[in-house]
């Protein structure tokens, strides 16, 4: 168990989106971190450098993992300067190194978080100023230390983002459609779904492929970092990258080499299936998912049992002339199509997702950015609930 005496180990905080707290927290408990704790779109959690660098290589459904350096309260912006100037930022920050400052204020006085940016900004380099004479760079596109700055009410924490990029650009994205998916989100969908990695795995309006290919991923066992070619921490001081790579190989080591069930995504879009095949080979799985160019209503999906999941449009970014009809249509294909099926059908239109004329036996509250969603499970057994379970 964590024990606070022990140096090696230090909190930290992985960032994610609503509802997707608690598939978080599970992926962090198999990694070996310790005193896990769900918190609003985050995830507290103990471990040392190398429960770190796994989380940044292994979390299908974080968006950043931070490691906290200062907590403080802050009575107003004089005293959040001086109390940001003083941390020890040569511990972190080198001067020839350049850095930004993301900052979010909830239920707090501080009510515009680019002027506490700038604040904390002035402090840190600042005391580079008193110090050397000198102020290191900002760059907030690529710097190479990146600090978070969260306020809540007046209370303070300063973080380190080990990250850098945000955990979603998995880099095998090259082609999105109309209204992609983020990633992060496409693996949480999927890993609500309960699905056993084992067998067959459908998405009949697939678009760019970012949900089979999160699925792919996590069948073939493969971590979704190991794409990227750069984090955050890699610029700290204590970067160990004997012990990075050594995490990294073992991860490619303990990689599936081939599926024997079928993944398939299809769309009736035909620029959306190049797409979507295109990412998929940048991902190095273009040989296990099978694109197909149909109608939801026209697919032939392979023999159950298996997992169906599909994003249809809302009416938000994408315009239907009757949204109720779509849904509609989409009912009648889960009937004829997809017997003994898990069904899911997420979305972020709720009044037409009555149409689809089936009951649910989940109901899942989710967000895709500011839209509230729902991921509908249906059960898409034959006869009655009874056969089934009998």
Request: a positive charge.
């Amino acid at each position: 168990m964590f024990n606070g005496k022990d140096k090696k180990q230090f909190r930290m905080i992985a960032k994610t989106l609503f509802g997707l707290e608690e598939i978080l927290a599970q992926e962090l408990i198999a990694l070996g971190a310790q005193q896990v704790k769900p918190m609003n779109r985050s995830v507290e959690f103990y471990g040392d450098q190398q429960i770190l660098y796994k989380a940044n290589l292994w979390c299908r459904t974080a968006v950043r993992i931070l490691k906290p350096i200062a907590d403080f309260t802050a009575a107003d912006e004089n005293d959040l300067y001086k109390k940001v100037q003083r941390i020890k930022w040569g511990k972190y920050l080198s001067l020839n190194q350049t850095f930004a400052i993301d900052a979010l204020t909830t239920k707090s006085k501080f009510d515009n978080s680019l002027y506490v940016a700038q604040k904390t900004k002035d402090a840190i380099a600042d005391q580079f100023r008193d110090r050397t004479g000198k102020r290191p760079s900002v760059d907030l596109k690529r710097p190479d230390i990146r600090i978070n700055i969260y306020i809540f009410h007046n209370d303070c924490t300063i973080a380190l983002d080990s990250s850098g990029d945000p955990l979603f650009r998995r880099g095998y994205r090259t082609k999105t459609g109309k209204a992609p998916l983020h990633e992060v989100l496409a693996a949480g969908i999927v890993l609500q779904s309960d699905w056993d990695k084992k067998s067959t795995f459908v998405d009949a309006m697939c678009g760019s492929g970012t949900i089979v290919i999160e699925a792919a991923l996590m069948a073939r066992n493969i971590a979704p970092g190991l794409t990227r070619k750069r984090f955050g921490f890699m610029n700290w001081p204590d970067y160990d990258r004997s012990l990075f790579e050594t995490i990294c190989k073992k991860a490619r080591r303990d990689i599936i080499p081939e599926l024997d069930f079928d993944i398939v995504g299809s769309d009736i879009n035909t620029t959306q299936i190049k797409e979507a095949a295109a990412n998929a080979d940048q991902a190095g799985l273009g040989r296990d998912i099978v694109f197909e160019r149909c109608a939801m209503k026209d697919l032939e999906p392979p023999p159950p049992p298996g997992v169906l999941i599909i994003n249809p449009p809302y009416g938000e970014r994408i315009t239907m002339e009757d949204i109720n009809l779509f849904y509609e249509a989409i009912g009648d294909a889960l009937k004829t199509s997809f017997t003994d099926y898990d069904a899911f059908v997420f979305t972020g239109n709720l009044a037409a997702a009555k149409h689809i004329g089936l009951r649910t036996s989940r109901r899942i509250e989710m967000y895709n950015g500011p839209i509230e969603c729902r991921l509908l499970k249906f059960e898409m057994y034959k006869g009655s609930r009874k056969t089934k379970y009998q």
